[in-house]
């Protein structure tokens, strides 16, 4: 009978450390630290996840010279994701498949040692999570950073050849010793902390920081006006691309009644004012979509430019809500000849309403396919979109 009770009592005990360790973990998750705002945060971080395991995404730029020095890296290479983690899990548990029972064992409850991961990044991610810091804190996280690096006799930090996992990561040998109370996601909420930025109490968890961090009530900023006459046709084929690398609402213009321009505004009852109106409140930047229709804009697209008169009338408030917005334009014919002139009337529309015109693209469809040089075409659109929305910001504050 003692023997049974024993070994219930270690069950119960071996079902109640976990239990008791999640417990806690939870609990001071959600006690958050460095709660004050501060006014000069003016320079952004980012938070990156794998799902499990979060990076602190520095960009090139505000990254201390003494943690470049010795990194592996391009001049393409304009953000570093950094984790820290244990050793041997990072190097045989590059997916989830790969987790065995031994090797996370070790992790979670024997000091094991330790490495730095750093993945490369020509461009922000859509699924960042930004985090707007100042000087003070920008250089406190870069000192923790560094000081997480293990240097050699000539302070030389240890790279590990052809260890990561693909072209743009890479492993250099870290300090410190892992543990269940020691995870790259306390690493990084450390990080955090050390530095006076709003984090944890403690979390060994990834979604603590990203629930803190997360904007509130983040609504997108960025919708296209499709104006093709198929909704889901080439246009639509196109823009799905592009939505896949950016996040944007749609507008279909098919699907909604504009009437055209009128001098008496006898067509103010329809769907024209009430989706005008959305966009100036709601949208930063406005991407018009539209199929080449006879060497020029849809009729459904230039009748929807023609009702912004309406807002130099009899709308003036949602008109004057358009100056300072940003406009960028997509044409979708049947082959690469981009029509002369194509892009004017949106450059002069957006010049006469005080709108930034960010740049066009043209692509083209055939037989039903995206090709090669309109995906580079995509890619390269998406880059300018991003790289002109971050220089707004910028030039804003
Ligand atoms: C009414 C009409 C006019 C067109 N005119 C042109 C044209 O002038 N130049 C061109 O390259 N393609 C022209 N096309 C082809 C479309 O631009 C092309 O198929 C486009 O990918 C269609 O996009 P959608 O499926 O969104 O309508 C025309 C198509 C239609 C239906």
Redesign the pocket.
Known sequence: MKVAKKIVKGIIIIILIPVAYILVSLILTFIPVNNEEQSDNNQSIYLSTNGVHLSIVLPENQLDPKILDGLKYSDNDQYFAIGWGDRDFYLNTPTWSDLTFNNAFKALFLKTPTLIHITRYSTTKENWVEIKVNQNQLNKINQYIYESFYTDAQNKKILLNNKGYSYNDDFYEALGSYSCFKTSNSWVNSGLKESGIKACWWTPFDFGLLRIHRKKNSKNERVIIQG???SN????KVIRLVMKELEFDLIDLNLITIGHFDYEFKNQTDDFLTIIKKIADEYELIVFAT??????M?GIMKTFIDRISDCLKIEKETGRKLRGKNMAVIS????N?E?DGFFTPFRKTAEYLGMIYFGNIHV??EDELVSDEVETRIQNFVKLLKEAESNTVLSNK
């Open positions: 093709s006459s198929k046709g080439n246009t639509n199929p080449v229709y006879w060497y020029s849809s979708c014919g049947s082959d000849d029509v083209w469809i």
